[in-house]
């Protein structure tokens, strides 16, 4: 199915509600604003294979530009709406996007970065300044009728890597028709049960991949997407009641910060609708996990997969209980452990987790970062480390290069020690992630300074308000402490691990 087909057989029914105001897009109005976004683009020149950039809150327009994407053939970059400019200036220019669309919420944003992009076509959604143009009305003038030359586009969302700099996870567009169901609207549909007669609650950004795919899986299979423009925990709860949601994706925060209301306001909202909340984008504490399924039921699913796409695992909570901690079996491509050499090793073996027979995917720009996730056999790995039990069973143990997954957002050490070894009284920095009972993870930044005598709260307050001129807030580490002399062996790599550790033993 596709949203057109469900447009034809029941155009009256909500395809997304703005959990905020109510209001309701049908699927009727997505079918019609879709094709004529789609219009527009083929107007203003963009062909199949060009790139689109968004960046924006989850704004009622969001999908319906998602949707014009999926039928002109085109690549749709999502940009955090937390970026700074120069954050997001890199990314349309990286990826090569023609079009770039904002809102009039980030106007201030938009006004930045309207100098820095000469050559490229401005649109805003909402009440459009110049130099951007409407969104909504350009694309109201157009016909509501499919573009003659319809194809699949597909979704290039930038993650960052090694370097620090983001980089464009891009797979092949797809060459079947627009309404052929995707991996993911078939393993929806297959394992969660997903249906016309879903009700789906997002709370997350639409930015990030899993929001931004699950919500259009939803769309496709002709459910019901509630949005929520923030995650609120009574609030999430009070839309599960109302709107009777049946499936909803969470992060471990997410969890954490519900649990964290008090017992009355838990017991106040009726959740006996959930069927299936899925969870993924971070390791979850075990304790959590346990309190969850008390609380709602055998409905929490886990599964562990990439923006990349190469490969998934799932695991029920009958499962889970038997395994705690692991993520589950494959459901797409197929697990390999392998060793530093990239060969196989045995069950219970830890070592790197590849997976072979995935989706291929490359990363924009970055040749040698690409060739760095293939083994000599093909298969792909995201850089995590794990190993699988006798029953195929994986279970993490590490995860790439020192990533920080802070409330479920992926936060890259490299960019922010990028930015503070430019201070002029920096030395040398370590960033990492340390135990943080809420967010999971929390941003840590270990210094030596030039000057050790000046360490201290207003040397580490200037460093923190340095971060906060060049980095996005989710980024700007929450500790900055200091030390003489950080561990680098004399080739220079510097022996992270040595100060991560410490900070996880003591909790």
């Not at 700074?84 to 009039?104: H, N, P, R, V, W």
């Not at 891009?170 to 052929?180: E, G, M, R, V, Y």
């Not at 083994?375 to 590490?398: A, E, K, P, Q």
């Not at 930044?445 to 580490?460: I, K, N, R, S």
């Amino acid at each position: 199915m596709h949203p057109y087909l469900h447009a034809r057989a029941n155009p009256d029914k909500p395809a997304i509600v703005i959990a905020a105001t109510g209001e309701t897009i049908t699927y009727g109005q997505l079918d019609e604003r879709s094709n004529q976004g789609a219009q527009l683009l083929r107007s203003l020149g963009l062909q199949r294979g060009d790139v689109i950039a968004v960046c924006m809150e989850n704004h009622p327009r969001y999908l319906e530009i998602s949707w014009a994407n999926q039928r002109s053939g085109t690549y749709l970059v999502c940009i955090s709406s937390k970026a700074t400019a120069a954050e997001a200036q890199y990314i349309i220019e990286d990826c090569g996007a023609k079009l770039f669309i904002t809102s009039s919420h980030m106007a201030e944003l938009a006004q930045q970065l309207a100098p820095r992009l000469d050559g490229r076509l401005l649109f805003m959604v909402g009440d459009a300044v110049a130099p951007y143009r409407s969104w909504e009305r350009e694309r109201g003038a157009m016909p509501a009728t499919p573009i003659a030359d319809q194809s699949t586009g597909a979704d290039m969302l930038y993650s960052s890597g090694t370097t620090g700099r983001p980089k464009g996870i891009k797979s092949p567009l797809p060459t079947d028709p627009i309404d052929t169901p995707n991996v993911l609207v078939q393993l929806a549909s297959k394992f969660y049960s997903l249906r016309p007669e879903s009700i789906y609650l997002s709370p997350a950004p639409l930015y990030h991949a899993a929001p931004l795919r699950w919500c259009m899986t939803v769309n496709f299979v002709g459910g019901t997407v509630v949005l929520m423009d923030r995650f609120e925990p009574e609030g999430a709860l009070a839309l599960i009641e109302r709107y009777k949601v049946t499936h909803a994706q969470w992060v471990p925060t997410h969890f954490v910060r519900m649990l964290r209301l008090p017992a009355e306001a838990r017991a106040r909202y009726d959740v006996s609708s959930m069927k299936v909340a899925l969870h993924a984008a971070a390791p979850c504490a075990i304790p959590v996990k346990e309190q969850m399924l008390e609380w709602w039921g055998p409905v929490v699913y886990e599964y562990y997969a990439g923006t990349e796409g190469n490969g998934m695992t799932a695991i029920t909570a009958a499962e889970w209980l038997q395994r705690k901690g692991s993520v589950g079996r494959a459901i797409n491509g197929e697990i390999r452990i392998c060793d530093e050499a990239g060969e196989p090793v045995a069950p219970l073996t830890e070592g790197t987790v590849y997976f072979a027979g995935g989706r291929e995917f490359e990363y924009h720009n970055a040749p040698q970062k690409t060739r760095e996730t293939r083994n000599r056999y093909g298969w792909s790995t995201l850089g995590d480390v794990g190993y699988i039990d006798r029953d195929g069973y994986l279970f993490l143990t590490d995860r790439k290069a020192f990533m920080i997954i802070s409330g479920g957002v992926n936060i890259y050490p490299q960019e922010i020690e990028n930015v503070l070894i430019t201070h002029p009284r920096v030395m040398d920095v370590a960033v990492f992630g340390a135990p943080d009972d809420e967010m999971g993870e929390k941003v840590v930044a270990v210094v030596q300074p030039v000057d050790f005598d000046a360490a201290g709260p207003a040397l580490a307050a200037e460093l923190l308000a340095f971060a906060r001129e060049h980095l996005s807030h989710v980024k700007v580490p929450r500790l900055v402490e200091f030390t003489r002399e950080l561990p680098r062996h004399p080739n220079g790599k510097l022996y992270k691990r040595l100060l991560r550790d410490e900070y996880w033993k003591k909790a």
